[in-house]
């Protein structure tokens, strides 16, 4: 089963909202990533959770706050988002250590702020 | 961020041609994945490339790995209308980071 689940999918927020993506998957992957992508330009780099420790942050805005409660679920905090937030947010995981570097992405979670 | 050069940008193609597109990097990797995007929809994993010169199928796409390890090919064969959407290359680098380098797509439209 190579599946990452992700909800909503899609979501609609004020820019004094907050809410929160949701992201889990049972493959036994160790690492979990937040990707955000924009129409027609590649998967963007945010978080990336290995071990549930945060192992990468790409100088993301603090408007924006990972969360790890266990190996299984990611979640992404939005709090006083901006209109150029908006985009699809893709959760991904992968084996973490071992041989294989196959990297799965759930459908995404279309973010509109308006 | 990096991203890989993949070309071609767009293509137009009559249905049953087939296909090629590829990724090209000035570093090398130890793995490449190909994936297809439907609009508003995730990458959807098709072939995953771990050794130079390798050469993997699934159904009718083929993909391989290249052999200077800094760059792949995708090709489609008798392509078909639900082959539409937007390809991505995707490169591992050798140091082990979870940073994975994309391509720019490859945005494919058949005509029927």
């Known amino acids: 089963d190579t599946e990452v689940t992700q909800t909503p999918k899609h979501l609609v927020m004020g820019m004094t909202n907050k809410k929160s993506l949701k992201c889990e998957q049972h493959m036994g992957h160790r690492a979990m990533y937040w990707y955000k992508q924009k129409a027609k330009k590649p998967p963007e780099l945010m978080f990336v959770?290995?071990?549930?420790?945060?192992?990468i942050n790409e100088s993301v805005p603090s408007r924006f706050s990972p969360e790890c409660p266990n190996s299984s679920l990611l979640n992404l905090h939005l709090h006083a988002l901006q209109p150029e937030d908006s985009a699809l947010y893709l959760c991904?995981?992968?084996?973490?250590?071992?041989?294989?570097?196959?990297?799965?992405f759930g459908e995404g979670s279309r973010l509109t702020v308006l | 961020g990096q991203q890989l050069n993949q070309s071609p940008q767009s293509m137009f193609i009559q249905e049953g041609e087939d296909v090629s597109m590829n990724c090209t990097s000035s570093?090398?990797?130890?793995?490449w994945l190909w994936y297809k995007q439907d609009p508003g929809e995730g990458p959807v994993l098709l072939i995953a490339l771990y050794k130079a010169g390798e050469l993997t199928s699934n159904g009718r796409l083929t993909a391989q790995f290249g052999i200077t390890r800094k760059d792949s090919f995708l090709n489609i064969s008798a392509s078909i209308p639900s082959d539409v959407g937007i390809y991505f290359c995707a490169g591992h680098p050798t140091s082990g980071t979870y940073k994975y380098i994309f391509g720019t797509g490859t945005r494919l439209k058949v005509l029927a």
């Open positions: 991904a995981s992968s084996q973490g250590q071992g041989p294989s570097r196959e990297l799965f």
């Open positions: 570093s090398i990797f130890n793995t």
């Open positions: 959770y290995s071990y549930e420790k945060l192992s």
